[in-house]
């Protein structure tokens, strides 16, 4: 994937960025009272208040973790979203675009002539689950993600749209990320030899899977728990920022590692009746929860204040998810 060098100064004050959102809302169409900061992940978030109840907005200054996003990969998210609003009856954050007409606004942070990129959605309205879904919440969220992929097989994708690709590229980079806590001495070099092992198996599944309509388009790829918010019963998804190209079985791999065992069950029952799964989508599930797993732990290694955790949990998880996976028993549903 091709990487830029735009980006915004990821050590601003919340003031400051508090500075590039009131900035960057000067060139939209809307009337704001107050910014409420949410906090900074991948991405640095306030919410925007409006005097009207029902125009409530979402602004996002995109910053640099394991990569920079260039504004043309910013802006093929936000074309996505546009279509899914445009397409189905989805509730997702509706990208507002600015008095130019443009999805992403480039704003000056300092007088060294660095831009950060700023983008602005519809607040969609719900609440974050604080524990596991219910099993009926897990049925809505499987058809949920259903309907994300009955799209995905249909839309096509115009001219210039760029998004990342999830591969055995992609599962390589994230292996050699995490193979700097071996370097730290977190985790030991033995125990590292389980990953890497399960990387190679997982990346010959991945080269031998064929990508066909029915299995492989636009995907999430992160919709977890804070991902996703229910209103009235109905889960309605959240933050694209990671969506990209990938398989129908990786997006629900993601998803299976923040569910029950029993949920998991009630999950794959209830999107099946929608999507059809392949024969051997059992095998390819667990593959890609592990992978899911190397993503995860790479991701998370990125922050020196979780890397201790990290360390603390990576023996359990060696036991209970890479060995087994390595012996070939299934884990996935126990």
């Known amino acids: 994937m091709k ?56 602004i996002k200054i995109h910053i640099a973790t394991s990569f920079i996003k260039s504004k043309g990969d910013i802006a093929s998210e936000l074309i996505w979203l546009e279509a899914l609003v445009r397409d189905t009856n989805l509730v997702v954050p509706t990208p507002v675009r600015n008095l130019q007409g443009n999805l992403v606004t480039e704003i000056s942070t300092d007088h060294r002539k660095n831009k950060s990129m700023v ?51 992609h599962l390589y980079s994230s292996l050699k990320q995490l193979r700097q806590l071996v370097n730290l001495e977190l985790i030991s070099s033995e125990a590292f030899v389980h990953v890497e092992e399960s990387a190679h198996k997982i990346a010959n599944v991945i080269q031998s899977s064929k990508r066909e309509q029915s299995n492989w388009g636009m995907i999430h790829s992160d919709l977890h728990e804070s991902n996703y918010v229910f209103y009235e019963g109905i889960p309605r998804p959240i933050d694209f920022s990671n969506c990209g190209y990938g398989f129908y079985l990786f997006d629900i791999a993601e998803t299976f590692m923040h569910l029950s065992s029993e949920n998991r069950k009630v999950f794959i029952s209830s999107y099946s009746k929608v999507n059809q799964l392949q024969e051997n989508y059992f095998e390819l599930l667990e593959a890609f929860f592990i992978w899911s797993i190397i993503r995860t732990f790479a991701f998370h290694s990125l922050n020196p204040n ?29």
């Open 3 to 58: 990487i830029t060098v735009t980006g915004v100064d990821t050590m601003l004050s919340e003031e400051g960025y508090a500075k590039v959102a009131r900035e960057a809302l000067r060139q939209y169409p809307i009337i704001w009272e107050r910014l409420v900061y949410l906090g900074k992940s991948d991405n640095v978030t306030f919410r925007v208040q409006t005097n009207d109840d029902n125009q409530t907005f979402l």
């Open 306 to 334: 979780e890397q201790q955790s990290l360390a603390e949990n990576f023996p359990s998880v060696i036991q209970d998810y890479f060995i087994k996976y390595l012996k070939g028993d299934n884990f996935l549903l126990n």
């Open 119 to 169: 983008t602005i959605h519809k607040w969609v309205n719900g609440k974050v689950l604080a524990r596991e879904p219910t099993s009926n919440e897990t049925k809505n969220l499987a058809l949920l993600m259903a309907a994300l992929h009955r799209h995905s097989m249909q839309w096509i994708a115009p001219e210039g749209f760029n998004r990342t690709i999830y591969n055995s590229d």
